[in-house]
């Protein structure tokens, strides 16, 4: 089904370049260009081949890796696509190692502390940040800590690619809280409704009737019931990071596949749009696939049925023979 996901993907995003006004020769050549060299132009780039044609002879090529040329550039569509895809992909894995645990320490908060004044003022913040564009959320935060209120650090993250990206970190630093205020709330909502479901369960009741302590219930018996949630949770960022990222990129001209895919539709450059599509639709794609398995691996009653074990599961302190 994955795989057959993506292929959709690729024939989706095939006939959305195909509606683009416009064409690269006209981008290449400009206004003042002839028919004739348009023409001409046109034909050296196969732009003129029929649809069914393009799309058979692009697919063959992604699957192929064989991605070709840009046809704005003197970049291959490799170089172009996996130089963003590492930059990209280093803003979201610190933006990742940021939002979750936070999300996690601050839902099982507002679970601990339901219905009182911590759990409201954490319900307030995250529909002010849910309600928040992500756009919104990066120039409010160049105004506050880059130009008006504090020149704390650079506005736009203009990565040199002479030097490493480690060497320029502070460059990611807008970008990175940007995705972190924009992904928390989904996740923190998750959390915390499913430890408050987990907290009112029997057998948390029946563990605290044994006389278990409130932490060693917390930790030995909730939380873990918080890990298949914590694993989707996490599974959320990174697909809304997928799409999200894009336009944090723009926004603050960081040069990942977000904004490699911006500039690639500005100068209709066909390939490199399809092949950055397909490629984040593919992580989008695996990510789920990943979180599914993990979620089943930490969760016994979804890997074995009740009639495999010959038990019907009550509560992890009392189990009964069928």
Not at 20 to 41: H, I, K, Q, S, V
Not at 43 to 59: E, N, S
Not at 92 to 117: C, D, H, R, W
Not at 232 to 255: C, D, H, I, R
Request: no cysteine.
């Amino acid at each position: 089904m994955g795989v057959l996901i993506v292929w959709l993907a690729s024939v989706l995003v095939f006939l959305a370049t195909q509606l683009l006004p416009g064409d690269a020769a006209r981008e290449l050549l400009g206004r003042e260009a002839t028919p004739e060299a348009l023409a001409l132009l046109r034909k050296q780039l196969h732009l003129d081949d029929p649809a069914l044609v393009q799309y058979g002879r692009w697919l063959r090529d992604l699957v192929t890796a064989h991605w070709g040329q840009s046809l704005t550039s003197q970049s291959s569509v490799a170089h172009i696509v996996l130089t963003g895809a590492e930059n990209t992909g280093l803003v979201m894995l610190f933006a990742t190692l940021i939002a979750t645990p936070l999300a996690l320490v601050l839902g099982v908060l507002g679970a601990l502390k339901s219905e009182g004044y911590v759990d409201h003022a954490l319900t307030v913040l995250t529909l002010i940040l849910v309600a928040l564009p992500a756009f919104v959320i990066a120039v409010a935060l160049i105004f506050l800590l880059a130009t008006t209120a504090f020149h704390i650090l650079p506005a736009a993250s203009l990565i040199n690619p002479s030097q490493s990206v480690f060497a320029q970190l502070k460059l990611l630093i807008l970008p990175v809280l940007t995705l972190v205020l924009a992904v928390v709330p989904y996740p923190l909502r998750m959390i915390r409704a499913s430890m408050v479901e987990v907290l009112q369960s029997d057998y948390i009741t029946l563990a605290r009737l044994h006389g278990l302590s409130r932490r060693r219930v917390i930790v030995r018996h909730a939380l873990p019931n918080a890990v298949a949630t914590t694993i989707q949770a996490t599974a959320l960022n990174l697909v809304f990071l997928a799409g999200g990222v894009v336009v944090v990129e723009t926004v603050f001209s960081y040069p990942g596949l977000g904004y490699a895919l911006v500039n690639a539709v500005d100068q209709r450059d066909i390939p490199v749009i399809q092949t950055s599509v397909v490629l984040l639709a593919t992580f989008y794609v695996a990510v789920n696939l990943i979180a599914d398995i993990l979620v089943i691996l930490v969760t016994p009653r979804l890997r074995v049925g009740a009639k495999q074990t010959g038990f019907r599961m009550r509560t992890p302190l009392e189990i009964e023979p069928v």
